[in-house]
């Protein structure tokens, strides 16, 4: 009977805690002992002044009935609206409440405010959750209505495309505005497009924007 003998050699290293990353997480404790710290204080007398006023520009808009400014006050918040301001509850409440009620009052029932409305909600898509709300096509004059809808339809964010698609119901825009022979060309050439930029066969992030478009 023959006998193998094999001899097996491990090569081992020892456990040990790497130093890079045990500074970045004791970096990290800190930083986030810091931020709870800050987060449970009150805010400063000058915010609590801001808010206030803020608030009491807003109704003072809304009850002498300037849509000019109040637009314009609109979109200043918008572009106020940061990360910053939506970390913290108390400033990312005043300013959904703000847009809310210049929204409703100023921009959602005037047609002079959906191509920018629009504009704004796709060049800033983390918004479009709090600014859709305020989006009227149908109230828009048909070139306008045709120019957004392509837009929508040929957006790169999907999701967005998407939520923005259930703002624009084809058939009441049909029924109502009757549009000529040349608009309606033009919209299905705006499906098409979109059909052309989604491709025979459609990437999963714009699949249920392609069944969307192809059962208009």
């Known amino acids: 009977m023959l006998h193998s003998i094999f001899a097996f050699y491990y090569q081992v290293k020892e456990w040990r805690v790497s130093s890079g990353t045990k500074h970045q997480i004791l970096q990290n404790r800190k930083e986030h002992k810091v931020l709870l710290s800050q987060s449970y204080q009150p805010p400063p007398q000058k915010v609590c002044n801001a808010a206030v006023f803020a ?21 200043f918040l918008v572009s106020c609206y940061s990360e910053e ?35 704004t909600i796709l060049e800033a898509p983390h918004l479009s959750g709090m600014l859709s709300p ?38 009441q825009w049909l029924l109502k505005s009757r549009p000529r022979l040349k608009e309606r060309s ?5 499906l098409g497009q979109a059909l052309i930029i989604s491709g025979r066969e459609p990437p999963d992030d714009r699949l249920i924007l392609h069944e969307v478009i192809s059962f208009v």
């Open 55 to 75: 608030e009491h520009l807003v109704h003072r808009l809304i009850a002498e009935g300037l849509a000019e400014t109040g637009v314009a006050v609109f979109y």
């Open 134 to 171: 305020h989006l009227s096509p149908h109230l828009a004059p048909t070139p306008s209505f045709l120019v957004m809808y392509s837009k929508v339809v040929g957006a790169s964010n999907t999701d967005v495309a998407f939520a923005l698609l259930s703002k624009f119901d084809v058939q």
């Open 186 to 190: 033009q919209f299905v050439q705006s």
């Open 85 to 119: 301001v939506s970390f913290y509850p108390p400033t990312k409440q005043l300013m959904s409440s703000c847009l809310e009620l210049l929204g409703q009052r100023f921009v959602g029932n005037s047609e002079q405010e959906c191509e920018k409305l629009l504009g």
